[in-house]
């Protein structure tokens, strides 16, 4: 069987051995320390990790470390990055830990006197930067940079500017990608972006020069209630684009991709919802529905929603909107018990994570803490199938080498007993 087929089944509720992604994707991803750090210990050949998601640092899984790692899922990445240029001309740069890493030629930076990092939108430097990486972290944070509004003159084109028309340069990167991407045997997860509604990381626009509108992330979560027919507006243009964006990648992408990444708009906390299912089903529903309407009526891909936190009273609200998949399955947030969402939600939907926790299990346990959770959450999930394995979201940075290969040893484990 191949890892395709591993994750088709899986992707059809059918019972198997349970597929694996690490990397495919900027939410299933590893940061670049751990992925330097998988590379010495599995003893591939040195060299400066790839830095393909600059926003979260995340390193690009090779070919050689996928093998080793048992990964079923390949990445299809598109052409440009959160802070607006393409992942192009790489070159080296050294990070704040001192490592050696690859980045584009526009990932562009200044230091200030205690060593905090500014990346710059598009890679220009004339302009006010819009991420910040403090001396002692290993990601960047938004930097938000709104200008004057007039609430009551607002215009939901100034929100609207990110919004466009697949460009020829981009329509060439996915002709490339896909033509490189023919008899691969992993499942492609891909992703043309435009798709996720209100995603609270993109509302800052860290991609953009001078961004117009609400760009404040508090004043957008407030604009939900105060404005509600601003933001319609923007999201009905938003999905009008989306779809044009969509014929063009499906007729490049055809059959080869398995899974899209539709959002990443997170719709919980630790412990409740940012919204209400009603507000969910007025506000968010009928754009979503839009486009999964879309993609499965035109092709056999596999809709993949991302929401962390404390999700189970809008996972009904999910499906009911189309959605295949939910990632990252965050089992420490209240309500979220993996035996009890499996039950109830685990024949309609596809779990997508979940595997260990990346807050407190992953980076702080034991080797013998991580293989218990891992083994626990294989039990609660794999059942009937409809399990893709993945932590809950991104591995994170200096999380110790020896609790990933437990991990990982423990996913190979559990196969080779439960095949």
Excluded at 57 to 86: H, I, Q
Excluded at 210 to 218: F, Q, V
Aim: hydrophobic share 40%; with cysteine; proline share 6%.
């Amino acid at each position: 069987m191949t890892s395709r087929e591993k994750v088709r089944r899986a992707l059809d509720h059918q019972p198997g051995p349970v597929p694996v992604d690490f990397g495919s994707t900027g939410l299933t991803g590893l940061h670049v320390s751990c992925v330097a750090g998988l590379r010495e210990h599995y003893g591939l050949p040195p060299r400066p990790v790839k830095v393909w998601e600059p926003f979260q640092m995340l390193g690009e899984v090779e070919d050689d470390l996928a093998a080793e790692l048992g990964s079923d899922c390949v990445g299809a990445m598109g052409r440009g990055t959160m802070f607006g240029f393409p992942n192009e001309g790489w070159q080296e740069w050294k990070t704040p830990w001192d490592q050696v890493v690859l980045v584009p030629e526009k990932f562009r930076t200044r230091r200030d006197a205690i060593g905090d990092v500014y990346i710059f939108p598009e890679g220009d430097t004339s302009v006010p930067p819009s991420g910040h990486m403090p001396a002692s972290s290993y990601f960047f944070d938004a930097i938000v940079r709104q200008e004057p509004i007039d609430e009551d003159n607002l215009n939901a084109a100034d929100n609207c500017e990110e919004f466009k028309v697949m460009e020829p340069a981009e329509i060439q990167h996915w002709r490339d990608t896909f033509a490189g991407k023919q008899g691969e045997t992993r499942a492609v997860v891909s992703g043309i972006g435009g798709t996720g509604f209100g995603d609270i990381a993109l509302v800052p626009a860290a991609f953009l020069k001078h961004p117009k509108g609400i760009r404040d992330i508090t004043e957008w979560y407030m604009a939900l209630l105060a404005e509600p027919e601003y933001v319609h507006e923007i999201f009905d243009f938003q999905s009008q684009i989306a779809l044009q964006n969509l014929a063009t990648f499906a007729a490049i992408a055809g059959d080869t991709v398995d899974v899209i990444t539709i959002c990443g708009t997170d719709f919980g906390t630790q412990n409740s919802q940012f919204c209400s299912a009603a507000t969910f089903d007025s506000l968010y529903a009928p754009y979503y529905r839009r486009i999964n309407d879309w993609i499965h009526e035109h092709t056999a891909w596999k809709t993949f929603k991302h929401s962390c936190g404390a999700v189970r009273p809008l996972i009904d609200h999910f499906i009911d909107a189309g959605f295949d998949i939910l990632n990252p399955v965050q089992c420490s947030a209240t309500g979220m018990d993996p035996t009890e969402i499996k039950a109830e939600f685990g024949d309609r939907v596809v779990f997508w994570g979940g595997g260990v926790d990346t807050q407190r299990t992953l980076p702080f346990g034991s080797p013998d803490e991580v293989r218990a959770q891992v083994q626990e959450r294989l039990h609660a999930f794999s059942p009937g199938g409809g399990f893709v394995f993945n932590t809950i979201h991104n591995t994170q940075a200096r999380t110790p080498v020896a609790n990933i290969v437990a991990m990982v040893d423990t996913v190979r484990e559990f196969n080779a007993t439960h095949a």
